[in-house]
């Protein structure tokens, strides 16, 4: 399919058929898609993410709301170019990005499923890091749900905070949990763990980093 097809499909079959809403300014998107043709594969704070069955390879990431966003995640893209780790940005339009479809299964998907995380996967994620650094970005809000594997490779998928300034720790402190706990303990069986437990912990660190800034700026 040309982009211009595709682009058409998007303009007169996707569009008009979806909303896009927010219940507050701080929940994610709820995505109503009406489309026959479009289906919805992801959603997050600020897009719906759809894909048509008569071009898989192909993604179209659908911002609902600050559209500045959008033109700051193109600006990423473009320094990005065409790497490994990442998607790749085709084409984009007012409120819309044309992206590569990324396979595979999160990383925090992977340790509920009992899917074995290799070494490998956080190695490619390490280096897609460093080429994202190299060309002038910060890696930034990195973690298990932003990160997929596929095949034994790893690949990150959210790369719309990377022109943030500022030191963001989350990647570190997953490859910690990574080397200390799951490599050591949970790799070889990998058993599935409840959704409810890794929920719990990836809210509680959250909650633990909120708290030891407080801590560090009263300081
Ligand atoms: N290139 C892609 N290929 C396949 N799926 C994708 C792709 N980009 C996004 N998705 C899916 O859509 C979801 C939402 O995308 P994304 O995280 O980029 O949205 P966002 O609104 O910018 O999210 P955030 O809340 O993290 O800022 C992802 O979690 C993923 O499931």
Redesign the pocket.
Known sequence: MQKAEYRNLIETELLPKIKLTTPSPFD??IVNNQSPIWKT?????????F?LDSHPEW?V?V?GRNPE?LKK?IDVYKKLGSHESY?CLYDYGDNYLI?????GV?LFDAVVKGIQIPEAVINDIDSGLDYARSVGLNPF?VHG??V?MYEGRGYI?????FYKQGYCRKWKDLKKAYYKIYLPYLYKYHPPIPFFIVDAVRKGYRIYRRLKKKVNKEK
């Open positions: 994610p998107i594969i992801g959603s997050g704070n600020y897009a719906g993410v894909s993604v990431k911002y966003e995640e998607s992206l590569k479809k990324l396979n999160t809000d749900k932003n997929v998928v959210d790369i719309s905070d």
